[in-house]
């Protein structure tokens, strides 16, 4: 017989909110549940939000736009993501980031193959309630050399706000 894993269920009210650059991001699946196959992270941006340009040369991370709209930027270009929209990011370092340009929160859907990039968020935002907003910190020259640290310990590299164009 074979052993089989119990399936994952997460709540609506499941799953640790945390703040990251003014950003909601609710944690439903890490690599401690999946043996570091991937993570799924619920991600609310509010207007003017949105992660900066950023790369990670070891994984793979996709976006399924749930609801509002995002601005994709990246190397390639920059492309409007609405509603049922898909990007996927390789493998490789590609520079991306995004940006809420609506008066409308947008809600994402963002899966990491493999897990680690949950480590990172936990490791700089800050626990709040789901849903609930905190102003983005100010990124002044310690602030963003901090950040930077801990982006290279979980294989990131932040550029600067302006790298995209």
Avoid: W
């Avoid at 003014?22 to 949105?50: H, W």
């Avoid at 968020?121 to 709040?128: A, I, K, L, T």
């Amino acid at each position: 017989m074979e052993n089989h894993i119990k399936p994952l269920t997460i709540t609506p009210e499941a799953g640790n909110s945390i703040s990251v650059a003014g950003n909601n991001y609710r944690i439903l699946v890490t690599g401690k549940d999946t043996g570091g196959a991937f993570a799924t992270i619920d991600m609310l941006i509010p207007p003017g939000g949105g992660p900066g340009p950023h790369a990670h040369a070891d994984f793979e991370e996709s976006f399924y736009v749930v609801a509002g709209e995002v601005e994709f930027k990246s190397e390639f270009g920059t492309h409007v993501a609405t509603q049922g929209s898909f990007i996927s990011i390789p493998k490789g370092g590609v520079v991306h980031g995004f940006k809420n340009k609506t008066q409308q929160t947008a809600h994402l859907l963002c899966t990491v193959v493999p897990a680690g990039l949950e480590l990172f968020f936990e490791e700089v935002g800050q626990p709040v309630a789901t849903g609930q907003f905190l102003p983005p910190p100010v990124l002044d020259a310690a602030t963003l050399k901090k950040l930077q640290g801990i982006a290279g310990k979980h294989g990131q590299h932040l550029f600067p706000p302006d790298y995209l164009g």
